[in-house]
């Protein structure tokens, strides 16, 4: 036998009902390819000993001499029942059929028709020798030039096999050699196939409710270039945007530079352009993950100052500045890294203070495990310590993704169980330790694929993905994929917005740090950069304080209530900031105080760490506290009660080193109300601390 090509095909998963009881089908359908299309990698080529070709929804094999096949190892559950299907036509004097239970083009068993499909043989191949089971036998009631379905039931060591339904032949004495499969024909034969099938029962943990519907859409050919890698896809949250990798020529390397394609308004992508310096230089440059607002990108590799690349593994960070250019990229400092090895990926998490890397596991050399790093208050990064063996295994785990709720993990794995090749797999994290995971579920055969699939990326929406799999000439290309619910993270909210001088309206460059409420723990970070324009995406059914600082003006910080966001939503909220100049005014709107009284609650700690924080970095401002409250009791007690909150903070200050000559503090009580005091709510607005700049 002469194997011609090993290639691959796709799965589709799902359950079928049985038939009648001597053909009772395993629960679940691992494959059902009908050839409509190729995106299951067939070879397609014609030389002298015959031809390989798509015609009309089959797949043509037509051979001259020798034996074609076309082989892929099937993820069959060995342990159960399972069977194969077939539908084939075949001509000529040869035989056409199935090649199954292989363990390569030598060693497999062979069910396939001859003399233009009017008779069978079953048989198979032993160390390249060939053992006739069944001779050559009529079809039950067959004319010539017709297709028939053929089938194999095989139950513990017994094979049972059918055509058109009725069963033909029973083994007793079953040898299977291995998991290959695929189309057989033999000299002078032409077989035409029209589906292919197989059940069995899975092994693979698969995330629930996934549409038999569900399937990729390769991007085409203009992120695609044919006989060309692309790779890393990483796509803006709101979808306008996908960065992606691909090799181009330079010189007498091929190395990866880092490209970006534009949505266009019928939702395909294109006007791909490179970024150009100072991301791409003459090394491999991608794109690992983008920040919500796309100002900052992580990037592979290291770069010199004169944007050159360093032969030193590691990750660098570049930031857009306001003109819309990227600055020359920096390292991103660990405190510590496993020795240096082959591979590593890298992605920044939305809050902008947690990465995950995949790095070579020192267990398993040539293999890589996922890790997380958390950034200090110094700006570097802690020592990436393992995921946990839920997620890591003595297989290849990689490309991890951490969608914007912070929890729920895409990665890419060849130890969890799937399809073949690497497969992209979801799992979500249980607690703040990031060793406890939920146990990874396979997103199944709409998105995996016989061959190494991953690099997954999705938009804020959470409404499409977009991937790395592998073209029928064995390169990686970009697919698109639509989600369904089973496979989206957790809703969130994109926040869009600009910084503005809160005297000219203006826009200026500013820096956005979110915080979740009541913990003061990062949500998340942006840089108002290019027009004073933001952009975040945060999770939905929570509370946030959004801070903005910019040099020269005070800081400020908002509330942002997001408690009630249930689905994906877009929002637009624009942030003022007083310049520091005398006479202006900022509310402190995140003091709180227990109720009539002036001790401070903990959930003000953060908003007298930043007023900390603004004193430190201008130590030639002065301030005056102003306290206020509503018209709801004694006016003098309310006036003393409002002094006493204000004094509150200043004693704050000062124990924080703030030097008390720049620290005055007055009480109105409720004679200055900036809203009427006639509900609640207006009332909850007059109770408040002013700062107000003296000098």
Not at 147 to 158: A, C, D, F, K, Q
Not at 225 to 247: H, I, K, M, W
Not at 665 to 684: C, I, L
Request: net charge neutral; with cysteine.
């Amino acid at each position: 036998m002469h194997h011609r090509s090993c290639l691959p095909f796709l799965f589709l998963l799902g359950v079928l009902a049985p038939a009648a009881s001597a053909q009772t089908l395993p629960p679940n359908l691992l494959l059902d390819d009908t050839f409509d299309d190729n995106r299951q990698g067939w070879r397609v080529a014609a030389d002298a000993n015959g031809s390989f070709a798509f015609e009309a929804g089959t797949y043509r094999v037509r051979n001259q001499q020798g034996v074609s096949l076309e082989l892929k190892t099937l993820p069959l559950n060995l342990g159960a029942d399972y069977a194969l299907e077939a539908t084939v036509q075949q001509q000529g004097d040869g035989r056409g059929g199935l090649f199954w239970g292989a363990a390569d083009d030598d060693n497999g068993n062979v069910f396939a028709l001859e003399n233009d499909g009017r008779s069978y043989v079953i048989g198979r191949w032993q160390k390249g020798k060939w053992e006739e089971l069944r001779p050559a036998t009529a079809v039950p009631g067959s004319a010539s030039g017709k297709p028939h379905t053929l089938r194999v039931l095989v139950h513990g060591n017994e094979a049972r096999y059918y055509i058109d339904g009725a069963e033909v032949w029973k083994q007793a004495a079953l040898r299977t050699y291995g998991t290959y499969l695929g189309p057989y024909a033999s000299r002078q034969a032409e077989l035409r196939l029209d589906r292919l099938r197989a059940w069995h029962k899975a092994s693979i943990r698969l995330a629930p409710d996934l549409p038999l519907t569900m399937q990729r859409e390769h991007l085409g050919l203009a992120l695609n270039e044919p006989d060309v890698r692309e790779t890393n896809p990483r796509v803006s949250p709101d979808g306008r945007q996908l960065y992606f990798a691909r090799d181009v020529r330079q010189g007498d390397a091929q190395n990866l530079d880092v490209f970006v394609a534009q949505r266009q308004p019928d939702g395909r992508y294109a006007d791909v352009q490179p970024l150009g310096k100072p991301l791409n230089n003459e090394g491999n440059n991608a794109v690992e993950s983008i920040t919500p607002d796309g100002n900052t990108a992580l990037l592979m590799n290291l770069y010199k100052p004169d944007g050159s690349s360093r032969p030193e593994r590691g990750a660098s960070v570049a930031r857009r500045r306001p003109d819309g250019s990227w600055s020359t990229p920096e390292q991103v400092r660990f405190r510590a890294l496993p020795p240096a090895a082959e591979r590593a990926d890298y992605f920044l998490a939305a809050s902008g203070n947690v990465m995950l890397l995949a790095l070579d596991a020192p267990t398993h050399p040539q293999k890589c495990d996922l890790y997380v790093s958390h950034q200090t208050p110094k700006g570097d990064w802690t020592e990436p310590k393992p995921l946990g063996a839920t997620i890591n295994t003595p297989g290849d785990d990689y490309a991890p993704y951490l969608a914007p709720d912070g929890r729920t993990l895409y990665f890419a794995s060849s130890g969890h169980p799937g399809f073949g090749g690497d497969d992209i797999f979801v799992t979500t994290r249980l607690d703040e330790t990031w060793t406890k995971w939920s146990p990874p579920l396979n997103l199944g055969p709409g998105i995996n694929t016989l061959q190494d699939d991953g690099y997954f990326s999705v938009t804020a929406s959470g409404d499409h993905a977009f991937l790395v799999g592998t073209n029928d000439r064995g390169n990686y290309d970009l697919y698109r994929v639509a989600l369904p619910p089973a496979l989206r993270p957790k809703a969130t909210v994109l926040v869009r917005g600009r910084t503005l001088d809160a005297r000219t309206n203006q826009p200026i460059v500013a820096d956005i740090k979110v915080e979740l409420q009541p913990k003061g723990t990062a949500a998340g970070e942006a840089r108002a950069a290019t027009a004073g324009r933001f952009q975040l995406t945060l999770p939905g059914g929570s509370a946030y304080v959004v801070r903005a600082t910019a040099t020269g003006y005070l800081s400020t910080t908002e509330p942002l209530d997001l408690s009630t966001n249930a689905q994906y939503s877009e929002i637009s909220r624009d942030i003022l900031l007083t310049p520091l100049s005398a006479g202006q005014r900022i509310a402190l709107n995140n003091l709180f105080f227990q109720q009539s009284k002036p001790d401070l609650l903990p959930t003000s700690q953060p908003e007298l760490d930043r007023l900390v924080q603004v004193l430190k970095d201008n130590p030639d401002l002065k301030i005056r506290l102003e306290g206020h409250t509503d018209n709801q009791g004694d006016p003098k007690l309310n006036v003393k009660l409002s002094e006493e909150r204000v004094q509150h903070v200043q004693q704050y200050l000062v124990g924080q080193g703030i030097a008390a000559a720049r620290l005055q503090t007055v009480g109105f009580g409720g004679s200055k109300p900036v809203a009427p005091n006639d509900n609640e709510y207006n009332r909850r607005k007059n109770r408040r601390v002013e700062l107000v700049v003296t000098e």
